[in-house]
């Protein structure tokens, strides 16, 4: 693989700026890509994914938009360098090499709070995204809607239901429960944010000048708090994190009642890519939202 590294990085004379690759370190991969930490032979050091070029595609989108919107202050994103094309339909994504160690996660939460408040102030006022997605290996509609319950049901909870029938969940479009709970978040009146839209443990960090820095998004126009929702499912976000986030920019109140209803997105998409106990977490999720909203 690193022969073709090699040559895909010469295929742009401006991305190397001179030097040569001196060697390539695999990182492992998900589901459907690999990775590698890229070194030059100025000392200089890439991150590089290979991956569907659609996909990677995507990623690099979304990376751009937030390095945009974030204050490099307190939250570094890291801004494509290249999407190259490689062998067999594939491409690769290259970025700038950061040294994540963990740690506090003050800055973190901080530059999270100020990317999402910075972004709503520049919104147009609709949610959804301009370009067909991806949510790990699922996929990610585009669209725009004026109403936040509407977006998040239509553009996000549907799709999800749509795919998992394959697994025998059945919800009809005309269901009670979907209308009124679409309803309820526009009551909530939620101002699109630009989101990270995936933000576990492993898609955020800590650098060692303390400063947040995120990676790997599934970026949309969304209520603020989905981000935040998301750091509960699968943990690895720590006190100062959240302590942070409320200091800088504090959410309303009823956040922790739209948790589960903005985490049902993530299981549904779990449950259709991986099976397992995520599908009964997704029944039992809609039977208690069949309770609240009948």
């Known amino acids: 693989m690193e022969a073709e590294l090699d040559q895909a990085l010469k295929a742009d004379p401006a991305l190397l700026e001179g030097a040569s690759l001196v060697s390539c370190r695999a990182l492992g991969g998900g589901c459907s890509q690999q990775a590698w930490q890229l070194r030059l032979s100025d000392g200089r050091s890439l991150f590089?994914?290979?991956?569907?070029?659609?996909?990677?595609?995507?990623?690099?989108?979304?990376?751009?938009?937030?390095?945009?919107?974030?204050?490099?202050?307190?939250?570094?994103?890291?801004?494509?360098?290249?999407?190259v094309p490689t062998s067999h339909s594939r491409s690769v994504l290259l970025l700038p090499w950061l040294d994540l160690v963990g740690g506090d996660q003050a800055g973190l939460g901080k530059g999270l709070a100020r990317l999402h408040r910075t972004s709503a102030q520049q919104s147009s006022g609709q949610f959804g995204w301009a370009s067909e997605g991806f949510?790990?290996?699922g996929p990610q509609p585009a669209g725009w809607?004026?109403?936040?319950g509407e977006a998040f049901v239509q553009l996000r909870l549907w799709p999800q239901l749509q795919l998992a029938r394959a697994w025998g969940l059945e919800v009809s479009p005309h269901a009670s429960w979907l209308v009124a709970l679409a309803e309820w978040l526009d009551s909530h009146q939620a101002s699109p944010s630009l989101v990270h839209g995936d933000l576990w443990g492993g898609n955020a960090g800590v650098l060692a000048d303390g400063r947040g820095a995120l990676i790997d998004p599934a970026c949309w126009w969304a209520d603020r708090e989905v981000d935040l929702a998301m750091t509960h499912l699968f943990g690895g976000f720590?006190?100062?994190f959240y302590q942070a986030y409320e200091q800088e920019w504090p959410l309303p109140l009823?956040?922790?009642?739209?948790?589960?209803i903005y985490n049902l997105y993530h299981l549904l998409n779990h449950a259709n890519l991986f099976g397992g106990g995520?599908?009964?977490?997704?029944?039992?999720?809609?039977?208690?939202?069949?309770?609240?909203?009948?």
């Not at 990623?59 to 919107?69: N, Q, S, T, V």
């Not at 809607?145 to 936040?148: F, L, V």
């Not at 009823?254 to 589960?260: E, V």
């Not at 995520?278 to 909203?293: D, N, S, T, V």
Request: with cysteine; glycine share 8%; aromatic share 4%.
């Open 238 to 240: 720590g006190r100062s």
């Open 145 to 148: 809607r004026d109403r936040w």
């Open 48 to 83: 590089a994914k290979q991956g569907a070029e659609a996909m990677l595609a995507v990623e690099a989108r979304g990376l751009e938009a937030l390095h945009a919107a974030a204050d490099p202050a307190d939250l570094v994103v890291p801004r494509p360098l290249a999407v």
């Open 254 to 260: 009823g956040a922790s009642d739209r948790r589960m």
């Open 135 to 137: 949510i790990g290996l």
């Open 278 to 294: 995520y599908g009964q977490q997704c029944r039992e999720a809609i039977r208690h939202l069949e309770h609240q909203f009948s």
